[in-house]
């Protein structure tokens, strides 16, 4: 027999998830996220069900299939959403009037705040990043280029102000700041909570600065 759930008149029971209008379904899918992060940060993945991330969640089963399909549907738009938060938060520092590399520390900044709020969307983006073959490798390409293209574009800020190397590839580089968000930030939520923010990002951001190449002292 089928009930209607908390919260909800009967008449809403059938169609909910069709009406949900934009707010409410950005809201809905930020209660998953925070719950699935939860759950999947306690037993990874494939240990969590459906059933769990919905009740955690508090919402039905029903809107959770309707709206993403299946679990593995759903982790693919949660990793997508968790990327559109981190990528809200390295845009938000974008200022052509500052000093592009105070810019990029900044940026970087926000990475480490971003995996303290979520280490466990960093735990999930790293365990199951470069598993070969992840169900998700296609949104993993995906979403990695786009971080990447921030990186990538902050970097450009900062060649176009300073005389950098050019030994050094740009696209090591962008992977290299890349992926040092992600552990960094992930391993001193796991192993180092003594590590202070500016500490881990003073440990990335020596390779931008090794990047940069030192101007010769003017001459008298």
């Known amino acids: 027999m089928t009930t ?10 059938g169609d909910t998830a069709r009406k949900l209008r934009p707010g409410r379904t950005n809201a809905t899918k ?3 996220f925070e719950a699935s992060m939860e ?4 037993r990874g993945a494939a240990g969590v069900t459906v059933d769990e991330i919905a009740t955690a969640a508090g919402v039905s089963k029903g809107t959770v299939y309707y709206n993403f399909g299946s679990k593995s549907d759903l982790i693919a738009q949660l990793l997508r959403h968790g990327v559109d938060i981190l990528l809200a938060r390295l845009l938000s520092v974008r ?18 705040d971003f995996m303290a709020e979520y280490p466990s969307f960093a735990r999930l983006w790293v365990s199951e990043n470069w598993r070969t ?8 390409a995906e979403l990695r280029g786009r971080l990447l293209a921030v990186i990538g574009t902050a970097i450009d800020g900062v060649a176009g102000v300073y005389p950098v190397d050019p030994t050094i590839s740009r696209g090591s580089l962008e992977t290299a700041i ?3 968000c992600f552990v960094v930030g992930l391993d001193r939520q796991t192993y180092n909570p003594e590590r202070t923010r500016e500490q881990s990002v003073a440990a990335i951001m020596a390779s931008m600065r090794g ?10």
């Open 211 to 220: 990047y940069v190449m030192k101007q010769p002292s003017p001459q008298a």
């Open 95 to 112: 200022d052509d009037s500052a000093d592009p590399l105070a810019a990029m520390e900044e940026m970087i900044g926000q990475a480490m």
């Open 39 to 42: 759950l999947i940060g306690e």
């Open 178 to 180: 890349f992926g040092a």
């Open 4 to 13: 209607s759930h908390s919260g909800d008149s009967p008449e809403e029971s």
């Open 30 to 32: 930020q209660k998953l």
């Open 133 to 140: 073959p992840s169900e998700w490798q296609d949104t993993f």
